[in-house]
């Protein structure tokens, strides 16, 4: 298939601002591997939630669950067919870790024998209204089979409109047997996606991406990094896709660090194309061009994470494996 046919089917994500369904009075709900007394409706740490579903299925609109440490990787439940979610956040709240991606996770499954299939678990759905913020979402797979979108899309994440946000987050290590094997549909922030696999968009399909990286990515066919997504303040490099477009397939790029540099329709202003000088797959050396070259109009400070591009802003968290 041409890469030039491929290009023109993308519809990129439009964000909608939902104010139906708030909760005046917001609760505070707990999650812990660890509680010792787990009881509905989760109001305090002693009487924390051990799974991420069963704080969500207690929580109302607008409500705010604060998971503690650990690798969350049993239960599971189906919202569309039979793809199972590690954990299904239905209804416009706020999950969150209290220490970030790098000691809470989200762990999906893959199919027996390894990847897509009947079996797989993906880590999370995400709902319109809903956040997920400082989380890693790893393992994370798809069906085969099934509906294309809702059961062959997004493996680490799936979100029903680009008005569901993930904010910092890593999601690696996750795929999908058609698109967005990171992500597929939500607005990301301050994210980073590495490792990642899918037919088309190895780390994201139809997504809004700020300030995020996208590396070690890759795709069967096209768009190893982002496929059919607007990407600001973003690097995405070091993708690889089988037939064409390793970094990025179709979408519109501005105040990005990719190669090749974008062309019309698909071109933003700032972008660059040098090497981004990274010294692992999260971060930037001192002297990267990418600090300083981004846009503030993009930045995002509701999370843990590091707003990369910008020199002006203080870094807030370090992604110190």
Same mark, same amino acid.
């Given at each position: 298939?041409?890469?030039?046919?491929?290009?023109? %089917?993308?519809?990129?994500?439009?964000?909608?601002?939902?104010?139906?369904?708030?909760?005046?009075?917001?609760?505070?709900?707990?999650?812990?591997?660890?509680?010792?007394?787990?009881?509905?409706?989760?109001? %305090?740490?002693?009487?924390?939630?051990?799974?991420?579903?069963?704080?969500?299925?207690?929580?109302?609109?607008?409500?705010?669950?604060?998971?503690?440490?650990?690798?969350?990787?049993?239960?599971?439940?189906?919202?569309?067919?039979?793809?199972?979610?590690?954990?299904?956040?239905?209804?416009?709240?706020?999950?969150?870790?209290?220490?970030?991606?790098?000691?809470?996770?989200?762990?999906?499954?893959?199919?027996?024998? !390894?990847?897509?299939?009947?079996?797989?678990?993906?880590?999370?759905?995400?709902?319109?209204?809903?956040?997920?913020?400082?989380?890693?979402?790893?393992?994370?797979?798809?069906?085969?089979?099934?509906?294309?979108?809702?059961?062959?899309?997004?493996?680490?994440?799936?979100?029903?409109?680009?008005?569901?946000?993930?904010? !910092?987050?890593?999601?690696?290590?996750?795929?999908?047997?058609?698109?967005?094997?990171?992500?597929?549909?939500?607005?990301?922030?301050?994210?980073?996606?590495?490792?990642?696999?899918?037919?088309?968009? !190895?780390?994201?399909?139809?997504?809004?991406?700020?300030?995020?990286?996208?590396?070690?990515?890759?795709?069967?066919?096209?768009?190893?990094?982002?496929?059919?997504?607007?990407?600001?303040?973003?690097?995405?490099?070091?993708?690889?896709?089988?037939?064409?477009?390793?970094?990025?397939?179709?979408?519109?790029?501005?105040?990005?660090?990719?190669?090749?540099?974008?062309?019309?329709?698909?071109? !933003?202003?700032?972008?660059?194309?040098?090497?981004?000088?990274?010294?692992?797959?999260?971060?930037?050396?001192?002297?990267?061009?990418?600090?300083?070259?981004?846009?503030?109009?993009?930045?995002?400070?509701?999370?843990?994470?590091?707003?990369?591009?910008?020199?002006?802003?203080?870094?807030?968290?370090?992604?110190?494996?």
């Amino acid at each position: 298939m041409k890469t030039s046919t491929l290009l023109t %089917t993308c519809h990129l994500p439009i964000v909608l601002v939902a104010l139906t369904g708030l909760n005046l009075a917001a609760a505070t709900l707990y999650v812990s591997l660890e509680s010792p007394n787990p009881s509905a409706p989760h109001p %305090t740490w002693a009487t924390a939630a051990t799974t991420i579903q069963d704080a969500v299925d207690a929580a109302a609109a607008g409500d705010e669950i604060v998971v503690t440490n650990g690798v969350y990787a049993t239960g599971g439940r189906a919202l569309y067919g039979t793809m199972t979610n590690r954990v299904v956040v239905d209804k416009p709240i706020t999950v969150r870790s209290v220490n970030g991606a790098p000691f809470t996770a989200i762990q999906g499954a893959q199919a027996p024998g !390894g990847g897509n299939g009947d079996s797989a678990v993906r880590c999370v759905y995400l709902a319109n209204g809903a956040r997920l913020s400082g989380f890693t979402l790893t393992n994370g797979a798809t069906r085969m089979d099934g509906e294309p979108f809702h059961e062959r899309c997004g493996g680490g994440v799936w979100c029903q409109s680009a008005a569901a946000v993930v904010s !910092g987050c890593v999601l690696a290590g996750n795929s999908a047997a058609m698109r967005g094997g990171g992500a597929s549909s939500g607005t990301l922030n301050n994210c980073a996606l590495t490792g990642n696999w899918a037919w088309q968009g !190895g780390a994201v399909c139809s997504n809004v991406l700020n300030n995020c990286t996208l590396t070690f990515n890759s795709a069967e066919e096209c768009g190893g990094g982002a496929y059919c997504s607007r990407l600001n303040n973003c690097i995405v490099y070091f993708n690889t896709a089988r037939l064409a477009a390793a970094n990025y397939a179709g979408g519109f790029l501005s105040y990005c660090c990719t190669t090749p540099q974008p062309e019309d329709p698909w071109h !933003g202003p700032g972008n660059i194309t040098l090497d981004p000088q990274l010294t692992s797959a999260f971060r930037l050396s001192s002297g990267s061009p990418c600090r300083g070259a981004g846009s503030s109009d993009y930045h995002y400070s509701d999370i843990l994470s590091d707003f990369h591009f910008s020199s002006s802003f203080k870094r807030r968290f370090r992604w110190d494996w």
